[in-house]
C-alpha cells in the first residue's frame, strides 16, 4: 500500500464549479499535513497546511479526519487559474521530518 | 529575497558521464533534500541532510551522491551508475520541527 495515496484525476470542472480531492495516508504516527500545488513543468508550492479542527483560506477548505486517515480539499468557484496538480503531502511519524508526497490528482478548469 | 537556488535549469549528460546538481539557499534552513520526480510518478526521496556534514540515504539514493559541507550547499552528483537519470530533480529546505518545504526551481536532466 501506497504510503499516500490520491486518485489521479484528471478532474475536469466548469469554471465556477465546487470540486474536492481526497487523500488517504497509511502512518497513523503522522502528525502533520499538508496541499500543495505544482503547475505544469514547476516546483510544487505550499498551498496549506491543515490542522485537525479543518481550516479555511479564501476558495479553499482543507479537511482532516484522523481516525479514517483522510484528507480533503475543497475548492469552491473555481478559477481557470486553479488549474494544476494538487499534491497531498504528509510528515512521517518518524524524527526525521520528511515529509510523504502523493502522486498528485490533476485539476483542469474549463472556461 | 530569500529563497533556493537551483542551477543548471536544464542538463543533458552523455551516458557514462557524471553531473552535478547545485542547490544553494539562504533561507538558514538546517534541512535540505533532493527529490526526483518522474512523469506520472510522485516525488521520491533521493537524500536528506538535517545539518551540516551529516546526510542519509532517501528511497532512491543508488547511483547517487551528495555532499554538506555548508549550510547553504547541498550539490548532488548524478554518478554513471544511475541507469535512468533522466527526470526533473528538485531540491527543498525546512526548518528541522514544523512546516513545509520551500522548493527551487528545479533541474531537468536529459541522457543523450
Known amino acids: 500500500r501506497k504510503e499516500v495515496e490520491q486518485d489521479p484525476g484528471p478532474f475536469n470542472v466548469p469554471e465556477g464549479a465546487t470540486v474536492a480531492f481526497n487523500c488517504t495516508y497509511s502512518?497513523?504516527?503522522?502528525?502533520?499535513f499538508f496541499w500543495y500545488r505544482q503547475d505544469c513543468r514547476k516546483e510544487p508550492k505550499l498551498l496549506m497546511s491543515?490542522?485537525?479542527s479543518g481550516n479555511e483560506d479564501g476558495r479553499f477548505t482543507a479537511q482532516l479526519n484522523r481516525a479514517s486517515q483522510y484528507i480533503s480539499l475543497l475548492i469552491r468557484d473555481s478559477k481557470l487559474s486553479d488549474s494544476a496538480t494538487y499534491l497531498c503531502v504528509v510528515r512521517d511519524g518518524g524524527a526525521t521530518n520528511k515529509l510523504i508526497f502523493g502522486t498528485g490528482t490533476l485539476l483542469a478548469v474549463q472556461p | 529575497d530569500g529563497g533556493i537556488t537551483q542551477s543548471p535549469k536544464y542538463l543533458f549528460r552523455k551516458e557514462g558521464q557524471n553531473v552535478t546538481l547545485s542547490c544553494e539557499q539562504n533561507l538558514n534552513h538546517d534541512a535540505m533534500y533532493w527529490y526526483r520526480q518522474d512523469p506520472g510518478q510522485g516525488l521520491r526521496l533521493i537524500y536528506y541532510?538535517?545539518?551540516?556534514?551529516?546526510?542519509q540515504k532517501g528511497d532512491i539514493a543508488e547511483g547517487y551522491s551528495v555532499s554538506r559541507e555548508k549550510k547553504e550547499s547541498f550539490p548532488l552528483t548524478v554518478t554513471s551508475a544511475q541507469k535512468n537519470p533522466t527526470a526533473f530533480y528538485l531540491c527543498a529546505s525546512s526548518t528541522p520541527v514544523v512546516g513545509g518545504y520551500t522548493f527551487g526551481s528545479g533541474t531537468r536532466l536529459t541522457v543523450v
Open positions: 502512518n497513523s504516527a503522522s502528525q502533520s
Open positions: 491543515v490542522y485537525s
Open positions: 541532510s538535517q545539518i551540516v556534514n551529516d546526510f
